[in-house]
């Protein structure tokens, strides 16, 4: 079955999240702010769950058309042919979401969408009253200047649910773009990847996957899953060649350090649990220990952003020891996010290599990227 199919991601993410895409070899049709839409089939949607690093949710397109009023969204959704997804028991949800559109109550707009698809299950199986004890289906109807975009959520739990942190600290990164970060950079296996305020271990680990080749999704499960669409057979062959497809003789030299012995004992049984604990050195440090094991190392990090009073000073100590670090060894790169824009000048004394502005849930920041000088050979 050929399906449009939609990778949602946080704004910023989108060149990554096409290039993921591309790599699994699929065509794209169209990149947008927060999300590509690309060409697949059933094999897609399991094949894209398993292995986008950086992306949100893996949504079907069902339909696309301009709603002006309730009863244009009405009768446009029931033309939607909701039973070759949905099974008589299917347990199916609306959600809306409104943005300078006339049909702006969002209320109203899950109501009218709900009942269209009820009436068109209704005539399709010959039922007046649904349970809704079987699977589960997110319908969700996006309104962007009075068109309306209908798509079925086949993810479930976002994405960044990879399965292996069971154990965080305050304010982790999400695992979307902790990989993001490490795709973003220049780090390779056979380079020394340090980050100094590792929390509980985001981004050593997603860098360890990524090395490894282990696909982020492999360890969870998905919404269509359960699907009748998508038979059980595809879910198999898959996952089984994601395992073949793990790579265990690399050369990975990864340090993560953190101050508070508690991030600690998190990011090592995190680790474990992603199954990259024995290429991963977790240590109690102060990050103004930190030494330059080599040459040609590069840094990753998320320092703490630092909100309440006195955690300023702390935090820019951090980006002061940094700045020194630097300085003593040219050969080292540093990509850092933080939500501080005064870094460049105040900090560095100079602009980032590259910067790229994303975002932490809802906090904007910037990723700064200094590059060091490549060392003589």
Same mark, same amino acid.
């Given at each position: 079955?050929?399906?449009?199919?939609?990778?949602?991601?946080?704004?910023?993410?989108?060149?990554?999240?096409?290039?993921? %895409?591309?790599?699994?070899?699929?065509?794209? %049709?169209?990149?947008?702010?927060?999300?590509?839409?690309?060409?697949?089939?059933?094999?897609?949607?399991?094949?894209?769950?398993?292995?986008?690093?950086?992306?949100?949710?893996?949504?079907?397109?069902?339909?696309?058309?301009?709603?002006?009023?309730?009863?244009?969204?009405?009768?446009?959704?029931?033309?939607?042919?909701?039973?070759?997804?949905?099974?008589?028991?299917?347990?199916?949800?609306?959600?809306?979401?409104?943005?300078?559109?006339?049909?702006?109550?969002?209320?109203?707009?899950?109501?009218?969408?709900?009942?269209?698809?009820?009436?068109?299950?209704?005539?399709?199986?010959?039922?007046?009253?649904?349970?809704?004890?079987?699977?589960?289906?997110?319908?969700?109807?996006?309104?962007?200047?009075?068109?309306?975009?209908?798509?079925?959520?086949?993810?479930?739990?976002?994405?960044?649910?990879?399965?292996?942190?069971?154990?965080?600290?305050?304010?982790?990164?999400?695992?979307?773009?902790?990989?993001?970060?490490?795709?973003?950079?220049?780090?390779?296996?056979?380079?020394?990847?340090?980050?100094?305020?590792?929390?509980?271990?985001? %981004?050593?680990?997603?860098?360890?996957?990524?090395?490894?080749?282990?696909?982020?999704?492999?360890?969870?499960?998905?919404?269509?899953?359960?699907?009748?669409?998508?038979?059980?057979?595809?879910?198999?062959?898959?996952?089984?060649?994601?395992?073949?497809?793990?790579?265990?003789?690399?050369?990975?030299?990864?340090?993560?350090?953190?101050?508070?012995?508690?991030? %600690?004992?998190?990011?090592?049984?995190?680790?474990?649990?992603?199954?990259?604990?024995?290429?991963?050195?977790?240590?109690?440090?102060?990050?103004?220990?930190?030494?330059?094991?080599?040459?040609?190392?590069?840094?990753?990090?998320?320092?703490?952003?630092?909100?309440?009073?006195?955690?300023?000073?702390?935090?820019?100590?951090?980006?002061?020891?940094?700045?020194?670090?630097?300085?003593?060894?040219?050969?080292?790169?540093?990509?850092?996010?933080?939500?501080?824009?005064?870094?460049?000048?105040?900090?560095?004394?100079?602009?980032?290599?590259?910067?790229?502005?994303?975002?932490?849930?809802?906090?904007?920041?910037?990723?700064?990227?200094?590059?060091?000088?490549?060392?003589?050979?």
């Amino acid at each position: 079955m050929k399906l449009e199919l939609i990778a949602t991601s946080t704004f910023g993410l989108e060149a990554v999240v096409k290039r993921e %895409i591309e790599s699994l070899g699929y065509k794209i %049709i169209k990149s947008e702010d927060a999300k590509i839409t690309y060409i697949g089939d059933e094999r897609a949607i399991v094949k894209s769950n398993l292995w986008l690093r950086c992306a949100d949710r893996v949504l079907v397109k069902m339909g696309e058309f301009e709603a002006l009023e309730f009863e244009e969204l009405f009768q446009n959704m029931k033309g939607i042919p909701w039973e070759e997804w949905i099974p008589a028991d299917g347990n199916f949800k609306v959600n809306c979401t409104s943005v300078k559109s006339k049909l702006f109550s969002m209320r109203s707009c899950q109501s009218v969408s709900e009942k269209a698809i009820i009436e068109r299950l209704k005539e399709t199986y010959g039922m007046e009253r649904f349970e809704k004890t079987g699977a589960e289906y997110v319908v969700k109807v996006t309104l962007l200047k009075d068109r309306a975009t209908i798509t079925l959520d086949t993810t479930g739990e976002g994405l960044h649910k990879r399965g292996y942190r069971q154990n965080a600290v305050t304010a982790p990164i999400k695992e979307t773009l902790a990989a993001a970060m490490v795709q973003l950079s220049f780090w390779r296996e056979g380079r020394l990847l340090v980050d100094p305020c590792c929390g509980s271990g985001t %981004i050593p680990i997603e860098a360890a996957m990524i090395a490894k080749n282990i696909a982020p999704g492999l360890n969870r499960h998905f919404a269509a899953e359960k699907w009748d669409i998508i038979p059980e057979k595809i879910w198999k062959e898959e996952r089984k060649a994601a395992f073949q497809e793990i790579q265990d003789d690399k050369d990975i030299r990864i340090q993560a350090y953190d101050i508070n012995p508690a991030a %600690i004992e998190a990011a090592e049984e995190n680790a474990a649990d992603a199954g990259v604990d024995d290429c991963i050195v977790f240590k109690r440090m102060n990050m103004t220990e930190l030494e330059a094991l080599e040459q040609g190392g590069i840094i990753i990090t998320n320092p703490p952003y630092g909100e309440r009073i006195g955690e300023k000073d702390e935090i820019r100590k951090i980006y002061n020891k940094l700045k020194n670090f630097l300085k003593q060894n040219p050969s080292w790169s540093l990509f850092m996010i933080t939500p501080d824009k005064t870094i460049e000048k105040q900090v560095f004394g100079k602009p980032a290599d590259r910067r790229r502005k994303l975002y932490n849930g809802n906090i904007e920041v910037c990723y700064y990227q200094y590059y060091g000088v490549k060392p003589a050979k």
